[in-house]
C-alpha cells in the first residue's frame, strides 16, 4: 500500500485516546479511527501510542451475550505496528452516560501517565467527543498537553440534546486547542452549539483503495452462493442502521437477494421481520465479518444499501464504490458530502420502504458503469486527511515548542 511520505525534523508524538478503536475480541470496533491512525503514522511525520479504555465487565461467559466481548478484550496488544493498551472503566447502569466522562478519567489518567513519562509524547488525539473527548480534555489538562478532539456522529448529532453531556461537551471543545469534524455537517452542528467554527477543521475518513478495489466479481458470487440480482447493506444490527427498512423494500422488489453483513442485538427481530414480510428465502446473514474480507460482500452486490437515520462520515458507502459498488442511501448528516454525483449512486429523501424502493427502482433503471463508480472513489484516497492532520498537530505543537520546518513533500 502506496503511502504519503512527509519530510520533518523529527515525528511528533502523539497519545491517540479513544474507546472508538479495535481489540482482538471485536476486531471491527471504531476500525475507522485506526485506519486514520495507520495512514497518518505511515506517514513518518507521526509516532503513536494508542489507549482505548473498554467498560469493565466481570466475565466473558456466554451467558452474558454481547456484553462478554468487553471482558475478552486484552489489556495489551500490538495492531498493524501500533501499541494499543485497553484500560477498564467502570458503566454504572442509568446513570452510566453523565458519570462516563469522569469514570474514563479516574481509571485511566494513571495508565497515560505512565506513557507520557516513558514517551514524552506531544499531544494527545482524542476520537469521539462524549465521553472520550471529555476524559481526555481532564487527562490533558493534568498533563499540560495540547489535545485534538475529532467529532464522529452522534456524539454531536445525538447525545448533546442532553443538558449535561452538553456542558461537558462544550467544556471539552474550549479546553482543546485543535477540533476536527469528519464532514462538515458534524461541523455545523458543533458551530451550532456554540463553538466558533474557525475553530473547526473539517477532516474526512478516506478509504483504502488497495483493500477496496474491484476483483473477481464472479469469484465473489460463487463464495458467497450467489446469483441474480443481488443488494447489500452492511453495519451493526441496530434500529439506527436501518437494515429493517432495507428488508421492508426487498418484498417490494422481486427476484433479488439481500446479504447483511454486521453482529449485532437485532439480528433475532431482523430475522423475524424477514419472515414475517414474505423474504426469509431471499435474506441471507452474514453475522460479523473481519473488514479485510468485506471488499467480497461489495464486489458480489449489485448496489449497496444504506437506510441509517444518523450517520457523520458512513466509511460504507466509500468502501462500497470503491470496490466498483454503487449506492443508496437515505440523506442524512455527511451522506450527501460522500455521494456527490450520479456515478456514485442515488440519495432518497424519505427513511422509509417507500422512498428505498423507489431509489433502488430508479438506480437499477441506470446503473452506472462500475469502472465510473471506481473512479469517483478514488478522489477519496486518505492523503488529504493524512495531510490536514499533520499541518494541525504541527501547529498545534509548535505553539508550545520551537517552531518546526514547514511540511513539504518527500523529495521536494
Keep these: ?34 485506519n486514520r491512525l495507520r495512514h497518518l503514522v505511515a506517514s513518518g511525520a507521526v509516532e503513536a ?29 500490538e495492531r498493524h505496528g501500533l501499541k494499543v493498551w485497553h484500560p477498564r472503566y467502570p458503566v454504572i447502569p442509568k446513570v452510566g452516560m453523565t458519570a462516563a466522562p ?19 509524547f506531544d499531544l494527545i488525539d482524542a476520537h469521539y467527543f462524549y465521553p472520550d473527548g471529555v476524559a481526555a480534555a481532564m487527562i490533558a489538562r493534568d498533563l499540560g498537553k495540547p489535545l485534538v478532539i475529532t467529532a464522529r456522529g452522534t456524539d454531536i448529532n445525538l447525545i448533546p440534546r442532553y443538558a449535561l453531556p452538553r456542558a461537558q461537551i462544550l467544556r471539552a471543545a474550549a479546553r482543546a486547542d485543535g477540533l476536527i469534524t469528519v464532514c462538515d455537517a458534524l461541523k455545523q452542528a458543533l458551530a451550532g452549539l456554540g463553538v466558533s467554527p474557525d475553530r ?60 447483511i453483513a454486521g453482529g449485532g442485538p437485532d439480528r433475532r427481530e431482523l430475522e423475524n421481520r424477514a419472515r414475517s414480510v414474505g423474504v426469509a428465502d431471499r435474506v441471507r446473514f ?15 452486490a449489485d448496489a449497496l444499501v444504506l437506510a441509517s ?43 422509509t420502504a417507500d422512498a428505498l424502493t423507489e431509489g433502488i427502482s430508479r438506480l ?36 508550545r515548542r520551537s517552531p518546526r520546518r514547514v511540511l513539504q513533500p518527500a523529495g521536494a
Aim: proline share 6%; with cysteine.
Design 1 to 34: 500500500m502506496e503511502e504519503t511520505q512527509l519530510v520533518t525534523d523529527r515525528p511528533i508524538r502523539i497519545l491517540t485516546f479513544s474507546s472508538l478503536y479495535p481489540n482482538a475480541a471485536q476486531p471491527v470496533n471504531g476500525v475507522f479511527v485506526e
Design 49 to 77: 501510542r494508542v489507549v482505548a479504555p473498554v467498560p469493565w465487565f466481570p466475565s466473558s461467559h456466554p451467558r452474558f451475550g454481547s456484553w462478554a466481548r468487553f471482558a475478552s478484550a486484552p489489556v495489551f496488544e
Design 102 to 120: 469522569t469514570l474514563m478519567y479516574l481509571w485511566t489518567r494513571s495508565l497515560v501517565r505512565t506513557l507520557a513519562a516513558d514517551m514524552d
Design 200 to 259: 473547526i477543521q473539517v477532516l474526512r475518513n478516506g478509504v483504502d483503495l488497495s483493500t477496496f478495489r474491484p476483483g473477481d466479481r464472479e469469484e465473489a458470487r460463487r463464495e458467497l452462493g450467489l446469483s441474480g440480482r443481488v443488494l447489500a447493506s452492511v453495519g451493526l444490527l441496530i434500529e439506527r442502521k436501518g437494515h429493517h427498512l432495507v428488508i421492508d423494500a426487498l418484498a417490494r422488489i422481486p427476484d433479488t437477494t439481500l446479504v
Design 286 to 300: 452474514l453475522g460479523e465479518i473481519p473488514h479485510h474480507t468485506l471488499p467480497s460482500v461489495y464486489r458480489a
Design 309 to 351: 437515520s444518523r450517520e457523520g462520515w458512513a466509511n460504507v458507502l466509500l468502501e462500497s464504490m470503491a470496490c466498483g459498488t454503487p449506492v443508496v442511501a437515505s440523506d442524512v448528516w455527511g451522506t450527501r458530502e460522500v455521494i456527490g454525483d450520479s456515478e456514485a449512486g442515488i440519495l432518497v429523501a424519505g427513511r
Design 364 to 399: 437499477f433503471s441506470a446503473l452506472p458503469d462500475r469502472a465510473a463508480t471506481r473512479r469517483y472513489a478514488e478522489q477519496f484516497d486518505w492523503d488529504a486527511t493524512t495531510r490536514g492532520q499533520y499541518e494541525l498537530f504541527s501547529r498545534i505543537v509548535a505553539n
